[in-house]
Every structure is written in C-alpha cells, then in structure tokens.
C-alpha cells in the first residue's frame, strides 16, 4: 500500500486562512478576549513607560506632576516600573485570556467534528488537522494581539497626557513603547497557540467515524 | 471469476454501552468484486453503516478482518491509512458532509490536494468531474447556497476526484426527496458504468434494486441472502411501487 505524500505548508496555510475567513464572526468571538487581555498589558506598560520617561527627565515639575497623577516617589526611586499589584492583575488577565480562548476554540472543535470528520476521510492525517487549527490560531492570534497592543498603547498615551499633561512629548520613549507594543503583541500569539494546543489535538484525534453520525 | 476488490471475513463488531455488549455484526463474510454496484439492504438498525465504517477503513472491527485489494487493512499504518481512505476509496454520505467554508470546486479539489495534486491540475479536473455531474456553473457556490440533491451532485464528484476504485456510499438518497434520489441513483450507476468504478451502496431505499448488480439483504447484524441480479429482476416487480 502506498503513502500519502504531506500537505504543503502553503496548502494548509490557504485552507486555514479561508476558514477564518468565512467564520469571521467565529473568529471574532474567539479573538475578542485576546485583543482585551493585550490591550490591557499593553496599556498599563505604556503609562509606566511613559511615567519613567518623564520621571528620567529629573526635572522638579515632572516629578511634581508624577507624584500628583499618583506615582510613589521617594528620594530611593530609580524606576517607574509595574508594581506588585499590577502585575498580578495582568498575569491574572492573561490567565482569564487563555481560559477564553480554550473555551472558545473547544467550541469550535465541537462545531465542526463533521467537517474535521469528513476531512479525516478525504484523507487528512492527524497532523493535518492539528496544523490547521494551530495556523489558524497563529492568524487569529497575530491579528487580535496587535489589534490589542495598538489600543492599548493609543489608551496608554491618551490617558497619560490627561494625567501627565504635554511634558510628555519632551521625552517621548519612542523606541521603548515601539518595544512594549511589540513584546504584547508576541505574548498575545503565544497565548493564541497555548490556548488552542488541547483543542487542537482534540480535533487532531477525533475518529473519521464521527463524520458519518447522523443526528437523531 | 473476477479479482474481489473487497472482502470481509467473519467480521464483528461490538459497542459497549455501560455494563452492557452490544453485538452490531455478528460475523459477515462477504466478497464483492471489482466493477459492481453493490447494494447493502436492510432495516433501520440492522448494522449496515457499521458494517460500511469497517469496509471504508474508518473502523475497526472487535474481531475479523476486512481486506481492500487483497491486503489487510488492519495492518496499516496511519500513513497508508490515509492513503486508502484518499485515493483508493470515495465516501458519500447521508447528510452530504461538504465542508461548509469551501465552494462546490474547492470540495472538489480537496481530496486532490491531500492526495498532492497541484492546484492548476487539481482545478481543471475538478471541473471536469462537476460538468459530469452537472454542475460546472455552480462551482463558485457554498454548500448552503446549493439544494440538497447539488450538494450531493457535488459529493458524488469529491468522491471522484482520485479516481478510486471504490466509491463508498451510506443512504446517499436518504436526506432526498424521491425524484432528487432517482437522479442521483442514475449518476451513481452512470459512474459504474462509465468508469468501472465498484459501488457499494448502504441503503433501505428499494429504488436501489433497479440498478444493483448484487443484493446484499442485512438482517440483525448477519447477511440474510445475496441476490444477483438475474434473480433480482423477478422479486423487484413485486417490491417496487415505481
Ligand atoms: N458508536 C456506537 N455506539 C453504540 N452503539 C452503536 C454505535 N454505532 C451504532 N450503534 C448501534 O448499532 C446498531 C446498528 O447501527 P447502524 O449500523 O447505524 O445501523 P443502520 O445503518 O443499518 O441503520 C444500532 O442499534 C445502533 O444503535
Ligand atoms: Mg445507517
């Protein structure tokens, strides 16, 4: 008996892309909480970046505003930075985020065992499948964390020029918030795919059979 | 006496429900050889899409052996299987199972593509096998903007699409009204005829009788008789109410 040759990348990479493409609305439910959890580290990360820049100035009315707006400034201060428990909150978001999307993509899962099913008889191995939903959660992933990082770095800026007033610009981090928005947007992907891995290998192992069940 | 492209030798199957031993087959033997159309008749619950999992490979059998072309599919690894499953046998369904997402042409081609066909080639045959079934201008629809004997026109395709010597099909009239089945009863025994294709053919719809080669009357899990046609053409009078 011969064996089937692998699908090329650029084969699954279409097939995944028309997927989300049709389940727009799908994939929208699925993105939704990702786009929030990174707009939120994103957002907090920018006002402290932003507050540590004008803070780095050391002139007098920068660190007045600073403390004005709420910052914890002692003489011992080197940094601003996220303090205990901001960071907690956004672990913990993060960690509501990823509970999210695997709930969203099992449902998925459930919602197409015929089609996955009729996939696996059309000869489609388990590392087909699997790779299909893991591109599939690369796209979504990249589109909702960057979606997400973008707002939360406009918010971030937005909210500290109302609290910090237009010293800001004198010290505008550019490359530190260039910086922050892009390690969201990375930790949003990897959330994506860590939050698809069960399902996807659930999918992966769902038997052909499954797409011959018909609803009684 | 023909080479036998299927055969089953005291195949059985068991589900467990609970505590419970379902025994669905109870040790079928049979050989179909290539180029027929076959029907598997019989009630409502008498085991033919299980016994029709267990010929299309997507089921094990509790004990027996199912041979496709003389080799033993239980022998095979998942990459074999997939092949089988890809290019040597076509499923049709009863509830059609297109893939939602994709046009008429890209179910189609899908098959194609798992089988590691280019596209240009993929498309142009694809065409080719949707103009056979009649639909070559509907390509570009989704599933749901087509009726249910389209969709079915379009799975009869799919199941073409890489030429495989057996096209495996459970109640593929049974989600059709009458009129929608008959045609595709004709396209299926056209394909028979055409291409030398075997057609195995799970079904209780006696307007299968017409055009099979082979009965295959199911009772409770055990084959109740085989009826060729020769000795069809007497009993099929009485039966249908065409
Ligand atoms: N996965 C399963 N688990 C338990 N019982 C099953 C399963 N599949 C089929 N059966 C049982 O096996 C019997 C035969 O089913 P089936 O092969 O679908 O019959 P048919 O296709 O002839 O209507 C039925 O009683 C059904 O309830
Ligand atoms: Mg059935």
Redesign the interface.
């Known amino acids: 008996m011969e064996r089937l040759p692998p699908l090329p990348l650029s084969k699954s990479i279409e097939i995944a892309y028309k997927s989300i493409k049709v389940r727009f609305f799908r994939s929208l439910i699925t993105t939704t909480s990702l786009v929030l959890a990174v707009a939120f580290l994103c957002y907090i990360q920018v006002c402290n970046n932003l507050a540590n820049a004008l803070f780095l100035t050391g002139e007098p009315t920068a660190l007045q505003a600073l403390v004005k707006a709420g910052f914890d400034i002692t003489p011992q201060t080197t940094a601003i930075g996220e303090d205990a428990k901001q960071q907690w909150i956004v672990v913990l978001s993060l960690l509501v985020c990823v509970v999210g999307i695997v709930n969203a993509q099992l449902m998925a899962v459930t919602e197409r065992f015929r089609e996955i099913g009729t996939m696996k008889c059309l000869g489609a191995l388990d590392r087909v499948v699997l790779l299909l939903f893991l591109i599939e959660a690369a796209m979504q992933g990249f589109v909702g964390a960057t979606t997400g990082a973008l707002l939360g770095c406009v918010s971030g800026i937005l909210s500290s020029l109302s609290s910090l007033g237009t010293a800001l610009f004198d010290s505008f981090p550019l490359q530190t918030l260039l910086l922050t928005m892009l390690k969201a947007t990375l930790t949003g992907c990897l959330l994506s795919l860590v939050g698809v891995i069960y399902p996807a290998i659930k999918a992966a192992r769902m038997e052909p059979v499954e797409a011959m069940r018909v609803e009684q | 006496m023909q080479h036998s492209i299927v055969r089953t030798t005291d195949v059985k199957k068991s589900f467990q429900l609970g505590k419970h031993q379902l025994e669905v087959l109870k040790g079928i033997s049979l050989t179909i050889s290539t180029g027929r159309y076959i029907s598997i008749m019989g009630p409502s619950g008498s085991g033919k899409?299980t016994l029709?999992?267990m010929i299309?490979g997507?089921?094990k059998p509790t004990s027996g052996k199912v041979f496709i072309d003389e080799?033993d599919i239980a022998q095979?690894?998942?990459?074999?299987l997939?092949?089988?499953?890809?290019?040597k046998i076509g499923?049709i369904?009863?509830?059609f199972?297109?893939?939602?997402?994709?046009t008429a042409l890209?179910n189609v081609t899908?098959?194609m593509?798992?089988?590691?066909t280019g596209n240009d080639e993929a498309v142009e045959r694809g065409m080719g096998l949707l103009k056979q079934v009649g639909l070559e201008t509907r390509f570009s629809h989704k599933p749901s903007e087509l009726s249910g004997g389209q969709q079915q026109r379009v799975a009869v395709a799919?199941a073409l699409a890489n030429d495989p010597a057996i096209i495996l099909a459970?109640e593929p009239t049974?989600n059709l009204d009458l009129t929608t089945g008959e045609e595709i009863i004709d396209l299926l025994k056209q394909m028979s005829s055409d291409r030398g294709v075997t057609i195995i053919s799970a079904t209780h719809d006696f307007k299968m009788l017409n055009v099979s080669d082979e009965v295959i009357w199911i009772r409770d899990g055990r084959i109740d008789k085989i009826e060729k046609r020769e000795e069809l053409n007497i009993s099929v009078g009485t039966i249908d109410e065409r």
């Open positions: 899409s029709f999992n299309g997507l089921d080799v095979l690894d998942a990459y074999e997939a092949w089988l499953r890809c290019r499923y369904f009863q509830t199972n297109l893939i939602p997402v994709m890209e899908l098959p593509t798992f089988g590691g799919r459970d049974g």
